[in-house]
């Protein structure tokens, strides 16, 4: 069974450009969410997605932004990138309404 | 609201020694108790996890922990360490319904030969 597949891996963007970043759950997983590991920070909540809808939105700006397909993939729109947006983001996906996450690889953004 | 701390940030110990990595949380309801672990350059993987009933939970790789309710504490717990356990290690709950995991810091475990 494949697990969360994340993509791209690795990106290295400038200061104001904007990125995308892609999720596939495991097979029958309809949430979805998103993390933010930015060094010295932790992982921080962002986003989950569950049967299409955002469900829960963590404490960042408005420029974070997702969406979840009707496959329950989901992307991950950053806008006007910043420096302290470089990090580690991770997506993990579960049945709806269970507790436990499975975490993909994650994709490491650099903001130059 | 939840919090997650996590009491040591580093911990070294030597190979085939034991090792506990203390977590405390905060709640004002029930919660859910996971502790995952990310080795280098990588994601996070599901060590153990406390839904409900016994409170010593059995995880992968050997390890295991005890929930405390009355200490809101759920240690992390190894009898003896290998080198391929050197990574770092996260304690976070969640309250059901809530599906937002909180993390703590994070500690890192190295392993000394």
């Known amino acids: 069974e494949a697990g969360v597949t994340q993509s791209p891996t690795h990106l290295i963007k400038t200061r104001g450009q904007q990125v995308t970043l892609r999720c596939s759950p495991i097979?029958?997983?309809?949430?979805v969410y998103w993390y933010q590991q930015a060094l010295g920070l932790g992982l921080q909540f962002l986003l989950w997605y569950d049967e299409g809808e955002e469900r829960n939105r963590g404490n960042f700006p408005p420029r974070f932004s997702g969406r979840q397909f009707p496959n329950y993939s989901s992307e991950l729109n950053v806008n006007a990138l910043e420096l302290e947006d470089s990090a580690l983001y991770l997506c993990a996906s579960s049945f709806s309404g269970a507790n436990v996450l499975t975490f993909g690889a994650g994709s490491r953004l650099t903001v130059l | 609201a939840q919090s997650v701390t996590q009491l040591d940030s580093q911990v070294p110990v030597f190979e085939e020694a034991p090792v506990e990595l203390r977590c405390n949380y905060s709640?004002?309801?029930?919660?859910?108790l996971f502790w995952y672990v990310q080795y280098p350059n990588q994601g996070l993987q599901l060590l153990l996890k406390y839904l409900s009933g016994s409170t010593l939970v059995k995880g992968i790789n050997g390890f295991e922990a005890e929930f405390n309710k009355s200490q809101t504490s759920f240690h992390l717990r190894k009898p003896s360490v290998h080198i391929s356990d050197t990574a770092e290690y996260f304690c976070a709950v969640s309250i059901q319904g809530a599906q937002k995991l909180v993390f703590g810091q994070g500690t890192r475990l190295t392993i000394n030969p």
């Open positions: 097979s029958g997983h309809t949430s």
């Open positions: 709640s004002s309801v029930s919660v859910y």
